[in-house]
């Protein structure tokens, strides 16, 4: 019987493994969301979420005279309630040169079977993710601070003959009362580039060929997915979304933009790349009439021939192209991520006219930090493109197990918490807006702080809960 429970456990092992990854990733979501900036009547406000808590669950002070009980599956089962634990957000408020440090209840999260944040886990559970090493996060932990003299614990052994689901594998959620399971999806290999061949590319554009190579980046479970098409005049042109909204760009204006290489240089890699070898049917460098990167002659990008000298190519010049293209959609990022007022976006985009062009690379390439290596990525999509076209390399089966990955629990609550803080930031963003322009008083922004989750139209933290409700399925008792 022992034994068939070890291979039973080893089943649900992933799950366990997942949620508790999701749990070390949460200072690093808190790092990286952006800090919010507003401006209203000459007062700056600055805000920044500084630690992400995550309590175990407890039965809270209307369920009982002390809040310090814990709360066990066993009982979620019996009352059918939902097996979650109360979220604590920490963030540094700064208003008229004074920062201030404060707390907010962001409703709850629901936690694992067998997770390091489970009580039937006890003390001879897994507790090496109980806490987080945060790297100058101050409060970024896991609470654990519970009555250990609980005798509730898995380890006692009237309450596993007792309560069953005690003894039980884990790696289920109870929701109201339910076990759920979260399913694993099926995505593709992270950070690689998939060369297809796919007709039905001609019907959203009629430059579009066939011919396109596509990769999806990851970074902390957060991915985005970038797509290259070769146009019929023999240019490249990037496809990705930005918001919700589907952008296309000329790759060339891309890799000219992040770094000062050459058109040769870029040609010479493509064509060439480390071995020496010219890709069959595209040409080589030695062509005197040939237009690098299928840029035309008629366009303001002119093409370097062996004529030319080659200087560095000034990246500056490319900035304002990528400003004035994206200006709307970067406004549109800066009234609903940073600023509510349309005068302030004016403001903002004319003091640093690098902004489009920044927040357009924060989503390119993310797995990657530096620029240079942001463009030899797209280097190398260009040149796998371009043997796709020459016939010197087929098109990748979308169906082969190698070519997939396997996304579990920590990749569906990553992007769900990043978004759900990002809606709270909007929600800040309005209330503030409407107070700044009232009053001048710390207490009514710090009040519009607390309320920001009360906007209409704004989703809840607590709305995580129905998000991992819709996304699992009944699973039996074990």
Not at 9 to 15: A, R, T, V, W
Not at 182 to 187: D, E, P
Not at 302 to 323: D, E, K, L, M, Q
Request: net charge positive; aromatic share 10%.
């Amino acid at each position: 019987m022992q034994k068939d429970y070890k291979k039973l456990k080893s089943l649900f092992y992933p799950h366990i493994s997942s949620y508790n990854t999701f749990i070390s990733t949460l200072p690093a979501i808190i790092s990286q969301l952006p800090p919010l900036q507003l401006t209203y009547n000459t007062t700056q406000i600055h805000l920044k979420f500084t630690s992400f808590k995550l309590h175990k669950p407890h039965l809270s002070d209307t369920e009982y005279l002390h809040s310090g009980i814990k709360l066990f599956p066993y009982e979620c089962t019996h009352r059918n309630i939902t097996y979650k634990g109360r979220i604590t957000i920490e963030y540094t408020l700064t208003y008229n040169n004074t920062t201030r440090t404060h707390q907010l209840e962001c409703g709850n999260l629901p936690i694992m079977i067998g997770s390091v944040l489970c009580n039937t886990t006890g003390n001879k559970g897994d507790t090496k993710g109980n806490k987080i090493d945060t790297k100058g996060i101050k409060g970024s932990k896991i609470d654990n601070k519970s009555n250990t003299n609980n005798t509730n614990t898995i380890s006692n052994t009237n309450n596993n003959k007792n309560n069953p689901i005690f003894v039980s594998p884990g790696g289920y959620f109870i929701i109201n009362g339910h076990q759920k399971v979260v399913r694993l999806l099926i995505a593709p290999k992270r950070n690689y580039w998939f060369a297809y061949t796919k007709p039905t590319h001609k019907k959203k554009s009629p430059l579009f060929t066939p011919f396109s190579v596509t990769t999806r980046t990851v970074y902390n479970e957060i991915g985005h997915t970038l797509t290259l098409h070769y146009q019929r005049d023999g240019g490249v042109t990037a496809r990705f979304y930005f918001n919700r909204n589907e952008i296309r760009i000329p790759v060339i204006i891309l890799l000219r933009a992040l770094t000062s290489y050459t058109d040769k240089d870029m040609y010479t890699f493509i064509c060439t790349g480390n071995k020496g070898g010219d890709i069959e049917g595209v040409g080589g460098v030695n062509d005197k009439d040939s237009n690098y990167m299928g840029v035309n002659n008629n366009t303001n990008y002119h093409p370097v021939n062996n004529n030319t000298n080659y200087h560095p190519v000034n990246n500056n010049t490319h900035h304002p192209f990528i400003n004035n293209t994206f200006t709307k959609l970067v406004n549109q990022f800066l009234l609903s991520d940073t600023c509510y007022s349309t005068d302030v976006c004016k403001e903002v985009l004319e003091r640093d006219t690098r902004i489009p062009f920044k927040t357009l690379i924060s989503i390119i390439c993310t797995h990657v930090e530096s620029v240079i290596h942001k463009e030899y990525f797209l280097l190398l999509g260009i040149r796998k493109l371009f043997m796709l076209v020459s016939g010197s390399l087929e098109s990748e089966d979308p169906d082969c197990y190698a070519n997939h990955e396997v996304l579990g629990v920590s990749n569906m609550l990553c992007s769900l918490v990043r978004e759900k803080l990002e809606e709270m930031l909007r929600g800040v963003s309005y209330m503030v807006s409407k107070i700044g322009g009232k009053s001048s008083n710390s207490r009514d922004i710090l009040e519009g702080v607390k309320n920001s989750k009360e906007v209409e139209g704004v989703s809840d933290s607590r709305d995580i809960l129905e998000g991992v409700s819709n996304s699992t399925s009944k699973q039996h008792p074990v």
